[in-house]
């Protein structure tokens, strides 16, 4: 079996008597590539923010690499190699989308504190980002204000500021989220040509998408895992395409 | 990953490699505030206080300009310098630059304390906690009158020459150049930061506090780090008006002043390092002609002024020149 790049053990979480994660055992192998798909309200989101610390669980465990991450704040786990995207775009705005990538590059190396030497010394970091965006086919606006690029675009900059961390395990919260059916190719693309090493796992509505990037896929419904298999077991299994179908789920 | 020797330098990788630069027309607030000190030698205890303000202003704009923490409590820190220089000074330490940096310290003191629990508000509550912060300053030192004098004011300051060498002299000459002085210092900091990775982190802050989280900033650190930059700064501009005026009021501590100042900084421009430069003169001059021409409308039309400024010139002066003036240089099509 394949070391763990991200596991969660029994993670539970309610908000007051609601509960959102029940149970969750997952676990995200090196180099996976793997969707995380339900209807709306499964608690998707929510498992991303357990895993990236922006909620903490009421119960259960979240190891990186192997080591336990569960009491540790947002920007530790970052350090450990987690990096994600959101749904509804987060970006600086009013910053140039260079600018953007410049940020998370900057924190991964460790120079973002540094109050007394020019940001614009660290050629290396400048590079690195610029490098970035030229892959990303971002490089064209590299000099344009974040907040004046279409949406599709920005969902790009979502991607490569989460890439500039070099995460080892990336979650993608439906990068094709309100984007135009042309331009989800691109994204797609890039998906497929993440380095083989990053753990990849990614929510998706988009179910062209999903089979097409997904080698595993899992299904929440409720807070829990209904079911875990191969695309191919996924679309074949009854319980899946009853709660797709609207049917009551008694599950 | 990437040779650092491999950039290419597109537009957008020029202007991030050499922001930093000094450019010309930085050295323009310099060549006025010398040429007033030679052209209007009547006008200098204004001056003076012009400077000193728009060192204040220049520390706010550092937190609420760069970092997006909208405070109405800087006046804390401004009134925490001036009240401990004039304590200092009174009670035997006058010298004048130990006296600074004792108050920026104090001032800075404040900021890292007060810090730990407003920086962890925001929007609503972090003015209102900014503001009881302030309102409790000022209530304390109305009530410890053998101190601070009370609502009377700290009298009895005389601060020696500065450096044993220049005596602060009734027509304000010493104390404009000290001011002077105490900015150009306040401005090299500042203007360090900004143009940091740590001030570029800020302005990420301002932007997009879950982002920064997500891209692994410490952001409380960050914050607080400003606050007290910020804080000492603001500190030191209050000590220097103590020193060149050898006075402190309770208004030092004022609600007042902590809204003044920001509407220095709107008038001037937010988030842009020279809207202090801007803001604090137009402010000032503007107040002190209109208090002499219309002495009972001046807040009026000061209010009119900045209706107008919000309305029409969102940015400030500088925002308004920064549309303008690509246009006068394209000959009007710009835009």
Known sequence: MAEAALETVALCKSFGALPVARNIDFRLPVGARHALIGPNGAGKTTFINLVTGRLMPSSGRILLGGADVTSLAPEGRVKRGI???????????????????????????????DMLRPAGARRAVIAEAYALLERLALADDAGRLVRELPYGRQRLVEIAIALGLEPRVLLLDEPAAGVAAAETGLILDIIENLPSDIAVLIIEHDMDLVFRVAQRITVLVQGAVLVEGSPAEIAADERVQEVYLGKDSHG | MTAAARLPQPPAVRAVLTRHRLRPIEALPWVCAIAVYYAFPDYLALGGQILVMTLFVLSLDLVLGYAGIVTLGHAAFFGTGAYVAGI????????????????????????????LVVLRTRGLTLLMVTLVVTQMLQ???NKLGWLTGGADGLQGITIPPVLGLFRFDMFGRTAYLYGLAALFIGWVVARTIVHSPFGRSLTGIRENVTRMQAIGSPVFRRKLAVYVVSAALAGI???????????????????????????????????????????????????????????????????????????????????????????????????
């Open chain 2, 139 to 141: 209530e304390a030192a």
């Open chain 2, 237 to 335: 501009a209050g000590a220097v008006l103590t020193q060149t005026t050898q006075f402190v009021g309770l208004q030092v501590l004022g609600f007042e002043m902590s809204a003044v100042v920001i509407i220095m900084l709107i008038l001037g421009g937010i988030g842009r390092l020279y809207g202090a430069f801007i803001g604090a003169p137009l402010y000032m001059i503007a107040q002190d002609q209109l208090a002499k021409d219309d002495p009972a409308n001046w807040l009026f039309w000061i209010g009119l002024f900045l209706l107008l400024v919000v309305l029409f010139a969102r940015g400030g002066v500088l925002g308004l020149a920064d549309r303008i003036l690509p246009r006068l240089r394209k000959g009007g099509d710009g835009g």
């Open chain 2, 88 to 115: 200092l000074a009174v009670r035997g330490w006058a010298e004048p630059l130990s006296g600074l940096v004792a108050a920026g310290a104090a001032a800075g003191i404040v900021g890292f304390l007060t810090g």
């Open chain 1, 83 to 113: 990096g994600r995207t959101f749904q509804i775009n987060a970006l600086f705005n009013r910053l140039t989308v260079l600018e953007n990538v410049l940020l998370a590059v900057g924190e991964r190396h460790g120079v973002a504190g």
